[in-house]
Protein backbone atom coordinates (compact mmCIF):
# COMPACT_ATOMS: atom_id res chain seq x y z
CA UNK A 1 0.00 0.00 0.00
CA UNK A 2 1.21 3.31 -0.69
CA UNK A 3 2.24 5.76 2.06
CA UNK A 4 0.46 9.34 1.13
CA UNK A 5 2.01 12.16 3.09
CA UNK A 6 -0.09 14.55 4.65
CA UNK A 7 1.92 17.76 3.97
CA UNK A 8 -0.54 19.77 6.45
CA UNK A 9 -0.62 16.93 9.10
CA UNK A 10 3.52 16.22 8.53
CA UNK A 11 4.26 20.17 9.16
CA UNK A 12 1.80 19.98 12.04
CA UNK A 13 3.56 17.35 13.34
CA UNK A 14 6.99 19.21 13.27
CA UNK A 15 5.39 22.30 14.60
CA UNK A 16 4.66 20.32 17.56
CA UNK A 17 7.70 18.48 18.53
CA UNK A 18 9.91 20.51 20.49
CA UNK A 19 13.43 19.46 18.87
CA UNK A 20 15.53 22.30 21.02
CA UNK A 21 16.80 22.96 17.94
CA UNK A 22 17.12 26.34 16.52
CA UNK A 23 18.54 27.78 13.39
CA UNK A 24 19.99 31.40 12.41
CA UNK A 25 17.68 33.86 11.19
CA UNK A 26 16.77 33.70 7.23
CA UNK A 27 19.14 30.52 7.03
CA UNK A 28 17.17 29.42 4.31
CA UNK A 29 17.08 32.25 2.26
CA UNK A 30 18.97 31.88 -0.52
CA UNK A 31 20.19 28.21 0.40
CA UNK A 32 19.89 27.24 -3.05
CA UNK A 33 22.45 29.66 -4.10
CA UNK A 34 24.73 28.58 -2.09
CA UNK A 35 24.83 25.02 -2.83
CA UNK A 36 25.17 26.48 -6.55
CA UNK A 37 28.11 28.09 -5.77
CA UNK A 38 29.74 24.80 -4.26
CA UNK A 39 28.71 22.29 -7.10
CA UNK A 40 31.02 25.39 -9.74
CA UNK A 41 33.29 25.77 -7.18
CA UNK A 42 34.65 22.45 -6.76
CA UNK A 43 35.57 22.76 -10.63
CA UNK A 44 37.84 25.89 -9.99
CA UNK A 45 41.22 25.45 -9.00
CA UNK A 46 42.01 25.62 -4.88
CA UNK A 47 45.37 28.13 -5.47
CA UNK A 48 45.74 31.63 -6.79
CA UNK A 49 49.52 31.13 -7.72
CA UNK A 50 50.80 34.07 -5.97
CA UNK A 51 54.09 34.00 -3.97
CA UNK A 52 56.43 35.86 -2.05
CA UNK A 53 59.95 36.95 -2.64
CA UNK A 54 62.14 34.08 -0.70
CA UNK A 55 62.85 35.33 3.27
CA UNK A 56 60.08 38.50 2.23
CA UNK A 57 57.89 37.71 6.24
CA UNK A 58 61.29 37.46 8.44
CA UNK A 59 62.26 40.87 8.78
CA UNK A 60 58.71 42.48 8.09
CA UNK A 61 58.39 43.22 12.12
CA UNK A 62 61.64 45.37 12.39
CA UNK A 63 60.90 47.28 8.83
CA UNK A 64 57.34 48.63 10.04
CA UNK A 65 58.44 48.99 14.00
CA UNK A 66 61.93 50.86 12.31
CA UNK A 67 59.36 53.11 9.89
CA UNK A 68 57.30 53.85 13.20
CA UNK A 69 60.13 55.44 14.87
CA UNK A 70 61.51 57.40 11.93
CA UNK A 71 59.71 60.00 11.46
CA UNK A 72 61.01 61.61 8.54
CA UNK A 73 60.43 58.75 6.49
CA UNK A 74 59.75 60.50 3.27
CA UNK A 75 61.07 63.36 1.44
CA UNK A 76 57.58 65.76 0.93
CA UNK A 77 58.50 68.51 -1.89
CA UNK A 78 56.92 71.82 -1.60
CA UNK A 79 54.29 71.02 -4.18
CA UNK A 80 53.25 68.34 -1.57
CA UNK A 81 53.56 70.23 1.46
CA UNK A 82 51.02 72.83 0.02
CA UNK A 83 48.67 69.95 -1.14
CA UNK A 84 48.83 68.45 2.59
CA UNK A 85 48.02 72.07 3.97
CA UNK A 86 45.43 71.91 1.88
CA UNK A 87 44.37 68.95 2.87
CA UNK A 88 44.49 69.86 6.24
CA UNK A 89 42.08 72.82 5.51
CA UNK A 90 39.67 71.03 3.41
CA UNK A 91 39.41 68.58 6.53
CA UNK A 92 38.82 71.18 8.65
CA UNK A 93 35.88 72.30 6.56
CA UNK A 94 34.56 69.08 6.24
CA UNK A 95 34.67 68.60 10.32
CA UNK A 96 32.75 71.90 10.54
CA UNK A 97 30.48 71.27 8.16
CA UNK A 98 30.18 67.33 9.72
CA UNK A 99 30.04 69.10 12.86
CA UNK A 100 27.39 71.75 12.69
CA UNK A 101 25.24 69.03 10.90
CA UNK A 102 26.03 66.70 14.20
CA UNK A 103 24.56 69.38 16.66
CA UNK A 104 21.49 70.77 14.27
CA UNK A 105 20.07 68.32 12.41
CA UNK A 106 20.47 64.78 13.09
CA UNK A 107 20.14 62.45 16.35
CA UNK A 108 23.14 60.32 14.82
CA UNK A 109 25.27 58.92 17.24
CA UNK A 110 28.63 59.80 15.66
CA UNK A 111 30.95 61.61 18.35
CA UNK A 112 33.08 64.82 17.29
CA UNK A 113 35.72 61.98 18.59
CA UNK A 114 34.53 59.33 15.91
CA UNK A 115 34.81 61.87 13.02
CA UNK A 116 38.38 63.09 14.02
CA UNK A 117 39.40 59.63 13.93
CA UNK A 118 37.66 58.68 10.94
CA UNK A 119 39.25 62.11 8.77
CA UNK A 120 42.75 61.02 10.76
CA UNK A 121 42.50 57.67 9.20
CA UNK A 122 40.96 58.24 5.79
CA UNK A 123 42.25 62.33 4.88
CA UNK A 124 45.84 61.36 3.67
CA UNK A 125 43.89 58.76 1.17
CA UNK A 126 41.49 61.57 -0.15
CA UNK A 127 42.43 62.55 -3.32
CA UNK A 128 42.66 66.41 -4.63
CA UNK A 129 39.52 65.72 -6.90
CA UNK A 130 37.50 63.63 -4.30
CA UNK A 131 38.57 66.42 -2.10
CA UNK A 132 37.40 69.12 -4.28
CA UNK A 133 34.31 67.34 -4.90
CA UNK A 134 33.62 67.20 -1.52
CA UNK A 135 33.81 71.00 -0.79
CA UNK A 136 31.59 71.45 -4.01
CA UNK A 137 29.16 69.48 -2.32
CA UNK A 138 29.28 71.71 1.17
CA UNK A 139 26.71 74.37 1.31
CA UNK A 140 28.65 77.52 3.34
CA UNK A 141 25.54 78.96 4.50
CA UNK A 142 24.59 75.31 6.11
CA UNK A 143 27.88 76.15 8.19
CA UNK A 144 27.60 76.95 11.60
CA UNK A 145 29.25 80.20 12.34
CA UNK A 146 29.43 79.73 16.23
CA UNK A 147 31.44 76.35 15.89
CA UNK A 148 34.79 77.35 16.03
CA UNK A 149 38.14 75.62 16.47
CA UNK A 150 40.42 76.93 19.28
CA UNK A 151 44.04 78.36 17.99
CA UNK A 152 45.35 75.94 20.79
CA UNK A 153 43.91 73.07 18.90
CA UNK A 154 44.86 73.61 15.27
CA UNK A 155 48.73 74.42 16.57
CA UNK A 156 48.16 71.10 18.95
CA UNK A 157 46.87 69.29 15.58
CA UNK A 158 49.59 70.66 13.44
CA UNK A 159 52.75 69.77 16.20
CA UNK A 160 51.21 66.55 16.06
CA UNK A 161 51.45 66.14 12.60
CA UNK A 162 54.33 64.18 11.41
CA UNK A 163 54.17 66.95 7.77
CA UNK A 164 55.22 69.99 10.14
CA UNK A 165 58.83 68.82 10.79
CA UNK A 166 59.12 69.27 7.38
CA UNK A 167 57.58 73.04 7.14
CA UNK A 168 59.35 73.86 10.41
CA UNK A 169 63.22 72.73 9.24
CA UNK A 170 62.77 74.36 5.37
CA UNK B 1 45.16 32.40 19.62
CA UNK B 2 45.56 36.04 21.21
CA UNK B 3 43.70 37.16 23.66
CA UNK B 4 42.68 40.32 21.48
CA UNK B 5 41.18 42.57 24.54
CA UNK B 6 44.73 42.17 26.37
CA UNK B 7 46.64 42.59 22.88
CA UNK B 8 44.44 45.79 22.69
CA UNK B 9 45.88 47.30 26.30
CA UNK B 10 49.16 46.69 25.96
CA UNK B 11 48.78 48.55 22.35
CA UNK B 12 47.32 51.34 24.31
CA UNK B 13 49.42 51.67 26.83
CA UNK B 14 52.84 53.58 25.83
CA UNK B 15 54.97 51.29 27.58
CA UNK B 16 53.86 48.01 26.41
CA UNK B 17 52.85 49.56 22.99
CA UNK B 18 56.46 48.28 20.59
CA UNK B 19 56.27 44.81 22.41
CA UNK B 20 52.35 44.86 21.78
CA UNK B 21 52.87 45.41 18.44
CA UNK B 22 55.33 43.56 16.78
CA UNK B 23 53.41 40.66 18.46
CA UNK B 24 50.40 42.21 16.13
CA UNK B 25 52.37 41.98 13.06
CA UNK B 26 54.02 38.63 13.79
CA UNK B 27 49.99 37.47 14.02
CA UNK B 28 48.74 39.66 10.68
CA UNK B 29 51.56 40.20 8.35
CA UNK B 30 50.95 37.07 6.06
CA UNK B 31 46.87 36.66 6.34
CA UNK B 32 46.37 40.88 5.60
CA UNK B 33 49.29 40.24 2.78
CA UNK B 34 47.67 37.80 0.87
CA UNK B 35 44.38 39.49 1.13
CA UNK B 36 45.89 42.76 0.35
CA UNK B 37 47.96 40.79 -2.58
CA UNK B 38 45.19 39.45 -4.39
CA UNK B 39 43.23 43.04 -4.85
CA UNK B 40 46.47 44.77 -5.99
CA UNK B 41 48.25 41.37 -7.39
CA UNK B 42 51.76 42.78 -7.55
CA UNK B 43 54.30 42.09 -4.70
CA UNK B 44 56.01 45.55 -4.71
CA UNK B 45 52.26 47.08 -4.54
CA UNK B 46 51.16 44.41 -1.76
CA UNK B 47 54.67 45.10 0.19
CA UNK B 48 53.94 49.23 0.18
CA UNK B 49 50.12 49.02 0.68
CA UNK B 50 51.04 46.32 3.57
CA UNK B 51 53.41 48.93 5.06
CA UNK B 52 50.89 51.39 5.01
CA UNK B 53 48.32 49.72 6.48
CA UNK B 54 50.44 48.69 9.43
CA UNK B 55 51.28 52.37 10.52
CA UNK B 56 47.51 53.65 10.44
CA UNK B 57 46.72 50.65 12.75
CA UNK B 58 49.92 52.01 14.74
CA UNK B 59 48.69 55.37 14.61
CA UNK B 60 44.94 54.69 15.00
CA UNK B 61 44.54 52.26 17.89
CA UNK B 62 44.99 54.52 20.55
CA UNK B 63 41.34 55.75 19.13
CA UNK B 64 40.39 52.17 18.63
CA UNK B 65 37.20 51.73 21.06
CA UNK B 66 37.10 47.58 19.86
CA UNK B 67 33.43 48.28 18.85
CA UNK B 68 34.43 45.46 16.39
CA UNK B 69 37.03 42.63 16.57
CA UNK B 70 40.77 43.77 16.09
CA UNK B 71 41.25 42.15 13.12
CA UNK B 72 37.74 43.50 11.27
CA UNK B 73 39.34 46.82 12.06
CA UNK B 74 42.43 45.91 10.14
CA UNK B 75 41.23 44.00 7.79
CA UNK B 76 39.00 47.05 6.71
CA UNK B 77 42.31 49.00 7.20
CA UNK B 78 43.91 46.94 4.38
CA UNK B 79 40.83 46.61 2.10
CA UNK B 80 40.68 50.67 2.10
CA UNK B 81 44.05 51.45 1.91
CA UNK B 82 44.13 48.51 -1.02
CA UNK B 83 41.29 50.10 -3.05
CA UNK B 84 42.71 53.59 -2.54
CA UNK B 85 46.13 52.36 -4.37
CA UNK B 86 43.96 50.61 -7.42
CA UNK B 87 42.24 53.82 -7.80
CA UNK B 88 44.84 56.12 -7.69
CA UNK B 89 47.31 54.05 -10.14
CA UNK B 90 43.94 53.98 -12.46
CA UNK B 91 43.00 57.82 -12.12
CA UNK B 92 46.72 58.36 -12.85
CA UNK B 93 46.44 56.34 -15.97
CA UNK B 94 42.97 57.21 -17.20
CA UNK B 95 41.88 53.66 -16.64
CA UNK B 96 38.04 52.97 -14.34
CA UNK B 97 39.64 50.14 -11.61
CA UNK B 98 38.34 47.06 -13.42
CA UNK B 99 40.59 47.68 -16.54
CA UNK B 100 43.06 48.56 -14.14
CA UNK B 101 42.88 45.16 -12.12
CA UNK B 102 42.88 43.55 -16.22
CA UNK B 103 46.05 45.43 -16.85
CA UNK B 104 47.81 44.25 -13.46
CA UNK B 105 46.32 40.47 -13.93
CA UNK B 106 47.59 40.30 -17.71
CA UNK B 107 51.40 41.08 -16.63
CA UNK B 108 51.27 37.89 -14.11
CA UNK B 109 52.64 35.61 -16.64
CA UNK B 110 56.02 37.50 -16.96
CA UNK B 111 55.61 38.30 -12.71
CA UNK B 112 58.49 36.09 -10.84
CA UNK B 113 56.15 36.32 -7.87
CA UNK B 114 53.51 34.26 -9.47
CA UNK B 115 53.79 30.58 -10.09
CA UNK B 116 50.40 29.61 -11.36
CA UNK B 117 49.63 27.59 -14.20
CA UNK B 118 47.54 28.11 -17.14
CA UNK B 119 44.11 27.68 -14.97
CA UNK B 120 45.01 29.31 -12.03
CA UNK B 121 45.57 32.44 -14.50
CA UNK B 122 42.76 31.63 -16.14
CA UNK B 123 40.84 32.26 -12.64
CA UNK B 124 42.41 35.72 -12.24
CA UNK B 125 41.69 37.10 -15.41
CA UNK B 126 37.69 36.07 -14.36
CA UNK B 127 37.79 37.27 -10.98
CA UNK B 128 39.75 40.95 -12.29
CA UNK B 129 36.46 41.00 -14.27
CA UNK B 130 33.97 41.03 -11.65
CA UNK B 131 32.70 44.59 -10.10
CA UNK B 132 34.91 45.32 -7.30
CA UNK B 133 32.51 44.30 -4.11
CA UNK B 134 32.85 40.97 -5.67
CA UNK B 135 36.27 40.50 -5.90
CA UNK B 136 36.58 41.05 -2.73
CA UNK B 137 33.88 38.91 -1.38
CA UNK B 138 34.86 36.06 -3.84
CA UNK B 139 38.47 36.40 -2.77
CA UNK B 140 37.74 36.20 1.41
CA UNK B 141 35.46 33.83 0.59
CA UNK B 142 37.19 31.40 -1.82
CA UNK B 143 40.51 31.68 -1.37
CA UNK B 144 40.68 32.97 2.67
CA UNK B 145 37.99 30.64 3.64
CA UNK B 146 36.38 33.07 5.59
CA UNK B 147 32.94 32.89 7.14
CA UNK B 148 29.80 35.41 5.90
CA UNK B 149 29.66 36.70 9.49
CA UNK B 150 33.35 37.59 9.10
CA UNK B 151 33.34 39.22 5.79
CA UNK B 152 29.95 40.74 7.25
CA UNK B 153 32.24 42.49 9.85
CA UNK B 154 34.86 43.53 7.62
CA UNK B 155 32.50 44.99 4.48
CA UNK B 156 29.60 46.06 6.79
CA UNK B 157 27.67 43.86 4.33
CA UNK B 158 24.65 41.80 5.42
CA UNK B 159 25.03 38.01 5.46
CA UNK B 160 22.75 37.51 2.70
CA UNK B 161 23.85 40.47 0.69
CA UNK B 162 27.34 38.54 0.60
CA UNK B 163 25.57 35.12 -0.10
CA UNK B 164 23.75 36.92 -3.39
CA UNK B 165 27.36 38.80 -4.18
CA UNK B 166 29.56 35.28 -4.20
CA UNK B 167 26.68 33.62 -6.03
CA UNK B 168 26.78 35.86 -8.57
CA UNK B 169 30.63 36.05 -8.64
CA UNK B 170 30.82 32.62 -9.02
CA UNK B 171 27.88 32.82 -11.79
CA UNK B 172 30.13 35.24 -13.88
CA UNK B 173 33.14 32.90 -13.17
CA UNK B 174 32.15 29.86 -14.33
CA UNK B 175 30.75 31.49 -18.01
CA UNK B 176 33.70 33.46 -17.91
CA UNK B 177 35.84 30.38 -18.19
CA UNK B 178 32.87 28.56 -20.33
CA UNK B 179 32.87 31.40 -23.10
CA UNK B 180 37.13 31.02 -23.14
CA UNK B 181 37.06 27.33 -23.89
CA UNK B 182 34.30 27.41 -26.27
Given at each position: ??????H????K????????????E??????????????????????????????????????I??????????????????????S???????????G?N??????????????????D???????????A????E????????????????????????????????E | ??????????????Q?????????????K??L???I?????????A???????F?K?F???????????????????A?N??I??????????????????Q????????????S????E??????????P?K???????????????????E????T???L?????????K???????K??
Amino acid sequence: MKRVINHSKDLKLTKDIKTGFTIPENYFMGIEDELFSRLIVEKLPKHDGFKTPKGYFENFENVIIERTKNKKEKLIHFKRKKIKLISVAASIVLLLFFGSNFIYNTNTELSSEEIISWLDMNANSLSNDEIAFALTEVNTNDINPYLTIKNEDIIESLLNSNEVDYLIEE
Amino acid sequence: MIDEIALVKELQNIQTKERAFRILIKVYKERLYWHIRKIVISHNDADDVLQNTFIKVFKGIDNFKQDSKLYSWMYRIATNESITFINKRARERNIDITEMKQELVSNLQSDDCFSGNYIELTLQNAVATLPEKQQLVFNMKYFDHMKYQEISEILGTTVGGLKASYFQAVKKIENYIKKKHN
